[in-house]
């Protein structure tokens, strides 16, 4: 189960730096968190959880294997990309491509490195994008929709539900609003999707400031705020500069120069969680003593989806889920402790998944 965030932006906003940043931090990690790069614009990152490190202890596993989320760097975008401007049609066709977007904007003031638009506007930047990714939506939807119109009109019952789904995105486009604005019933969301619209995706904004301002940020991250806010979307501080150096630094290093900055931790982790949660994924985990593994799986499935995940045949054969709850895992020192206290449960196939479940499948092969 792949999923992927795009990284995108106007040039020199740090897009790449912190995804150069990404790739060396990734790469550096211990080899329980390994890193590799599928082509040179793609990264497929381990996400940082600290519960696998307690569990691992706890069962005494031999092996830690993380979830993943996977990063697409994604060539710079220009006013007029929608027309094919600058690399347009290949920023355009990499945006359908994946499925949630982190747009990094330039937080910082630097008379060394040129902005494209002549200013330090990252809300501003931040509306360029969308605008662009919002006439090339329009554009495809107009042309999309005329045919199916005639089909709907002729008593096409799937023709008149997706002539219905796209006229709502049109409207919205057309009012200078993303697609992801749209009022959509529960039954409508997963068609919706399909229609393959760019500004449906959802949106995390990734503020690069300067290096003083990574703890606290600064005023142009704090207008990204606001407008994240009012949009219900994620907005993550961070210093490509500091991600960069961090990066190049032993392992042991890495936490004194962290500290000295009053970071807790580096940004790159707070980026890789974000674009996980974006994604609407939760972990869940799988303990033995050959190895802890974490498994994605999007909130609300339930647990044959949960089992189809680690192998087709758990899912086709499922009978129940042995759960236990990752705080009762540990607060029973394993399976064993957890039985005793009553913390061990038997779960069917109507089982919503929680965030952290310890869990092991019985299936029929």
Request: proline share 5%; hydrophobic share 40%; charged share 30%.
């Amino acid at each position: 189960m792949g999923f992927k965030c795009g990284i995108v932006g106007l040039p020199n906003v740090g897009k790449s730096t912190l995804f150069n940043a990404l790739t060396e931090t990734a790469a550096a990690q211990a080899a329980n968190y390994p890193f590799c790069t599928i082509e040179p614009n793609v990264g497929d990152v381990a996400v940082p959880d600290p519960r696998l490190e307690i569990l691992c202890k706890t069962a005494n596993s031999k092996e830690i294997i993380p979830t993943r989320i996977t990063f697409v760097d994604i060539a710079g975008l220009v006013r007029g990309a929608s027309k094919g401007e600058g690399l347009g049609n290949q920023f355009l066709a990499n945006i359908r491509e994946v499925d949630a977007i982190a747009h990094v904007l330039r937080c910082f003031e630097d008379d060394d490195i040129t902005h494209v638009e002549g200013r330090i506007d990252p809300v501003g930047d931040a509306d360029t994008v969308e605008t662009e990714l919002m006439l090339a939506d329009l554009e495809s939807l107009e042309r999309r929709i005329v045919p199916l119109e005639k089909k709907a009109k002729g008593g096409d019952k799937e023709a008149k539900d997706q002539f219905a789904l796209m006229s709502k995105a049109v409207a919205l486009l057309r009012e200078g609003k993303p697609a992801r604005a749209a009022d959509l019933t529960p039954e409508e969301r997963e068609p919706y999707r399909q229609l393959g619209l760019m500004t449906q995706k959802p949106v995390l904004y990734v503020c690069n400031v300067e290096e003083a301002s990574a703890a606290t940020g600064n005023k142009y991250s704090a207008l990204v705020e606001e407008k994240a806010k009012r949009e219900g979307a994620g907005v993550v501080v961070i210093s490509a500069r500091i991600e960069e150096e961090v990066a190049q630094l032993p392992p042991l290093e890495r936490a004194e120069f962290l500290g000295s900055l009053g970071l807790d931790e580096p940004g790159l982790n707070r980026l890789i969680r974000a674009g996980y949660d974006l994604l609407g994924l939760i972990t869940f985990f799988t303990v033995g003593p050959k190895e802890t593994r974490a498994w994605t799986v999007e909130k609300g499935s339930r647990a044959p989806q949960a089992a189809g995940v680690i192998h087709t045949d758990f899912e086709k054969g499922f009978i129940r889920a042995e759960t236990i709850a990752y705080d009762d895992y540990v607060a029973g020192k394993g399976e064993a402790g957890a039985r005793d206290a009553g913390k061990f449960r038997l779960e069917g196939k109507d089982y919503v998944v929680q965030d952290g479940d310890v869990l092991h499948f019985r299936f029929n092969a």
